[in-house]
């Protein structure tokens, strides 16, 4: 293909929640089968600079790039879906607009002007476009929120201005609109995605592509309906129906082809697309040997997004292991209010113990007592980032009698701070992207289990916290029985520790999930999995090929599992 980006823009219609960026990290999945190098660019229509300071029970996960830059969770499904390394030019919202645009404003850029929306937010917008699609033969830039939103308006503005800069045949419009299934009446209803194209073309936007989100599959004579009163070609008009996983949805948009249309559109020369990978994980997802249950002790529980990353993480370790895994939340809080037995009642019939990380001291207790059956009953254990830090207080507490130890994020007064701030986080008086953030280095001792299951001895993982494990106490810990075996390569903070005296205890202070893909495992999720197959086995509970999950949600089978 020729030199210039092409790019495609991915608004939604109707309601939120259709998928659109499931459909957009597709979409990029399908293109890089055909051997394009894609990448992403997610605008998102809120004042926040970034989603940083924002309680996941609000918005979903915070997902961390490489570069250490703070979100929107439709970052982590591009990334599992493709290749594509994406920064912070990946993810821009109002907020961070208006910060440029004033910042300039008080430079004096705009000396003599009126700073107004058209055009110098909608310019800014637009060089948001061009510097989130670097390295790159197709730009996918996805638009948050609805059509018709007020807030959403400049970005499609500056969409409109863009395509008129452009050459025909390098830019296209998706829109993911809603078609519904009235089922008393058995039909499916064209009239809001009418509305809503109609809303678009108001503003100056044709939609080349229309994704239709719905029950069931999409009848021809509804297409036509479409086609005539959207003012789209009947054949670039695609279904999105319900699926059991998100990752069906490569392998379901190319048996209609909408990759091949897509790169007729965009004028793209390519070869077919290679669909093997994505084939297999179908299969597996419809197929799986096994079936092994995860505890996830969290206090966000009651909102999955919140651990968006690590609930797909978790079923790639799954597939790696020919599994389905059925995950249990279980609320850390809950936990708390429970005597040993209550809690053995809940946590006995679980393969595996996840605790993930989190902030604030609520729940933190539950977390404990969560680590505490695991390490005595000796179930495999995964401990990550907060998790880690309260798997070693608990260690300190109940191993080494430091019955007073904790983390000074909870305890100002603890003798045994085996958490603790270091020197430069205390000087830090902004909350907002001033953590740990982003990939550091981490050396693996030899010889130790982290060591062999990654199969190497440097690896590069990425952080967002503020605590670290206390040096002072290392010492101590290590004599009673813990292995520090991931340190950074000065060695002075502790990346990973690990008890040799458990089948399979792992606890990171990074957070291991932000790199993990469906077509290839994170090498602690696949072995977590595993440990817990084998701890199922050992328990004589493993055989039989589990059931195919076919829960009908959109959002892969292993939330079907919930509690
Ligand atoms: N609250 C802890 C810290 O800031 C852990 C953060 C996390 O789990 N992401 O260090």
């Known amino acids: 293909m020729g ?22 990290a597709a979409i990029g999945a399908l293109l890089e089968c055909r051997g394009l190098r894609v990448n992403f660019l997610k605008l998102d229509p809120y004042i ?9 029970l609000q918005h979903g996960e915070v997902y961390v790039t490489e570069d250490g830059a703070e979100t929107d969770m439709d970052l982590g499904h591009y990334e599992r879906f493709t290749h594509a390394h994406t920064r912070q030019a990946n993810n821009c919202t109002a907020g961070r607009i208006y910060h440029r645009v004033i910042t300039k404003e008080r430079r004096g850029d705009y000396l003599g002007g009126t700073v107004q929306v058209i055009p110098h937010v909608t310019d800014e917008i637009q060089l948001a476009f061009v510097d989130g699609s670097q390295h790159c033969d197709v730009a996918i830039i996805e638009v948050g929120g609805t059509v018709g939103d007020i807030e959403s308006l400049p970005f499609l503005e500056a969409i409109r201005q863009f395509r008129c800069k452009q050459e025909r045949g390098d830019v296209i419009n998706i829109h993911v609109t809603l078609v519904p299934y009235i089922r008393t009446a058995d039909e499916l209803k064209t009239k809001p995605s009418q509305h809503s194209v109609a809303a678009l073309r108001q503003i100056g936007i044709q939609p080349d592509i229309l994704v239709c989100r719905g029950e069931i599959d999409m009848p021809d004579d509804i297409r036509r309906k479409l086609a005539l009163f959207c003012n789209v070609s ?20 190319r048996g209609q082809n909408l990759d091949g249309r897509i790169c007729e559109l965009l004028n793209i020369w390519s070869k077919e697309p290679d669909m093997e990978a994505w084939e297999r994980v179908r299969d597996i997802i419809r197929h799986p040997d096994h079936e092994v249950n995860i505890a996830l002790v969290g206090k966000y529980v009651k909102l999955h997004e919140s651990y968006k990353s690590l609930i797909e993480s978790l079923n790639h370790g799954g597939y790696a292991n020919k599994s389905r895994v059925k995950l249990h939340y279980i609320d ?49 254990f ?14 300190a507490r109940d191993v080494v009698g430091w019955s007073d130890a904790s983390s000074s994020e909870f305890s100002e007064t ?3 701070p085996v958490i603790h701030l270091m020197a430069e986080q205390e000087n830090v008086t902004e909350k907002g992207g001033t953590m740990r953030l982003g990939a550091y280095p981490c050396i693996l001792k030899d010889g130790t289990h982290v060591r062999g299951i990654y199969g190497k001895r440097e690896i590069s993982e990425r952080h967002r916290h503020r605590y670290e494990v206390n040096n002072a106490l290392r010492g101590e810990l290590e004599a009673a029985g813990v292995v520090f075996s991931g340190t ?22 990074f957070h ?31 055989g039989g090929g589990a059931e195919g999950c076919a829960d009908g949600s959109a959002d892969g089978c292993v939330e079907g599992g919930a509690e």
């Not at 319900?242 to 990752?247: K, M």
């Not at 936990?335 to 996840?354: C, N, Q, R, T």
């Not at 999995?529 to 086995?537: G, V």
């Open 3 to 24: 030199r210039s980006t092409k790019y495609i823009f991915v608004t939604g219609g109707v309601i939120s929640s259709l998928g659109k960026g499931i459909t957009a």
């Open 48 to 56: 926040n600079v970034d989603p940083g300071t924002m309680n996941p």
């Open 234 to 253: 009947e054949s670039c008009i695609f279904g999105a129906r319900d699926v059991e996983s998100i990752y069906m949805m490569p392998t379901y948009f």
């Open 332 to 380: 850390s809080e809950e936990l708390e209010s429970l005597d040993s037995e209550g809690i053995a009642k809940v946590l006995d019939p679980m393969d595996g113990i996840l605790v993930p990380g989190g902030f604030g001291v609520r729940g933190t207790e539950g977390k404990i007592a969560a680590v505490r059956y695991a390490r005595e009953h000796d179930v495999p």
């Open 382 to 395: 995964f401990g990550i980032c907060l998790g880690m830090q309260m798997a070693l207080v608990e260690y």
């Open 414 to 416: 603890t003798g045994h």
């Open 488 to 509: 950074s390569p000065e060695g002075d903070l502790v990346e990973i520790f690990e008890l040799p005296s458990q089948k399979w205890f792992i606890a990171t202070q």
């Open 512 to 542: 291991p999930e932000y790199q993990s893909k469906p077509t290839s495992a994170h090498p602690l999720f696949a072995s977590f999995i595993a440990a817990a197959l084998e701890h199922r086995r050992a328990r004589g509970e493993v």
